[in-house]
């Protein structure tokens, strides 16, 4: 392929084409494609026997996605945009026998304790198959993280297995306010340590963003310096659904 060299010099229509060329290629770069690529290496690190099955027979799965404005796909215009909606429609390109009933139990502003109080009537009720539960963001920016933070997550934890679902845990997104707030190291290892100490599946959806942003990608958080944007979920969805995937195997 030629390459056009925009050099010093030249005439100013010709700056002018190099110009433009730039800025379309530099736009048409996808950032979810772009985060994707920082996926490499990285897995839930615990199998999902329970969906197994499920996945690979045609019977119905049961997905009940949990957790705070992350999981609702607050400030995402598009309707079906929220990670939970993507990882559903990823698992459906991967195995496309599959028949997915998702279920969205997302709040915003809950914290913690606040999803914990409406585990029953929120997630079991639902008689999940797996529970992909976010969880921490808004412990760390706005509420503070409770004392009892990780005995409490792991005894729901525990609650939710003995109900015959598998569980992922997402942990937090890596963005400006949630850097700001020197408490999210505590909560990221909450996070990971439960999922160690329960074998359930750990989403990292930290070390993704970090690995994606610090490299410069561009255009995973929105204006808020909070919340994912539209390409922030697409890369949490699909890498969740590939992991997913990965896992019961």
């Given amino acids: 392929m030629s390459r056009l060299f925009c050099l010093p010099g030249l005439v100013l229509p010709l700056l002018f084409v190099c110009s433009t060329m730039s800025y379309a290629q530099s736009a048409a770069v996808d950032p979810s494609a772009a985060c994707l690529a920082f996926k490499s290496g990285l897995s839930l690190g615990a199998p999902l026997p329970r969906i197994k099955n499920k996945l690979r027979t045609g019977r119905t799965l049961t997905v009940v996605a949990f957790g705070s404005s992350s999981t609702t796909g607050f400030g995402v215009l598009k309707p079906g945009g929220a990670f939970p909606d993507v990882t559903k429609q990823e698992l459906l390109r991967l195995l496309p026998s599959a028949r997915i009933e998702l279920i969205n139990s997302g709040r915003i502003l809950d914290d913690l304790p606040g999803n914990i109080a409406r585990?029953?009537?929120?997630?079991?009720r639902y008689k999940p198959d797996l529970v992909l539960w976010q969880i921490g963001t808004n412990d760390v920016v706005w509420r503070g993280i409770a004392n009892n933070a990780k005995e409490i997550l792991s005894d729901a934890v525990k609650r939710l297995k003995a109900a015959n679902a598998d569980v992922v845990l997402l942990d937090l997104q890596y963005a400006p306010l949630v850097l700001?707030?020197?408490?999210?190291?505590?909560?990221?290892?909450?996070?990971a340590?439960?999922?160690?100490?329960?074998?359930?599946?750990?989403?990292?959806?930290?070390?993704?963003m970090r690995r994606a942003i610090e490299a410069g990608v561009k255009g995973l958080v929105l204006w808020d310096g909070l919340h994912n944007s539209a390409e922030g979920h697409k890369c949490v969805g699909v890498a969740l659904a590939q992991m997913i995937d990965a896992a019961a195997r």
């Fill in 119 to 124: 585990l029953d009537d929120d997630v079991l």
């Fill in 180 to 191: 700001i707030a020197k408490r999210h190291s505590r909560m990221e290892k909450i996070i």
């Fill in 193 to 208: 340590d439960v999922a160690r100490e329960q074998n359930v599946g750990h989403f990292p959806r930290f070390l993704l």
